[in-house]
């Protein structure tokens, strides 16, 4: 098991967890506008790139 050899600074240790936060995700809105992910369906009305890609039984 690795034991360090020297105690790491307050300073080091938060320069090295400067990375680690959590990314906020992504959001595009859609033509009927609703947030959906980048680069997929939108899930409420179906459309990719202003087409219609899947079906909707509530149309």
Same mark, same amino acid.
């Given at each position: 098991? +690795?034991? *360090?050899?020297? %105690?790491? /600074? @307050? /300073? @080091? %240790?938060?320069?090295?967890? /400067?990375?680690? @936060?959590? +990314?906020?995700? +992504?959001?595009? $809105?859609?033509? &009927?506008? #609703?947030?959906?992910?980048?680069?997929?369906? &939108?899930? /409420?009305?179906?459309? $990719? %790139?202003? @087409? *219609?890609?899947?079906? *909707?039984?509530? #149309?």
């Amino acid at each position: 098991m +690795a034991v *360090q050899q020297n %105690k790491k /600074s @307050r /300073s @080091r %240790k938060g320069m090295r967890r /400067s990375h680690d @936060r959590v +990314a906020v995700p +992504a959001v595009v $809105y859609c033509a &009927c506008g #609703e947030p959906t992910a980048p680069h997929r369906a &939108c899930p /409420s009305c179906g459309t $990719y %790139k202003g @087409r *219609q890609v899947t079906k *909707q039984d509530n #149309e």
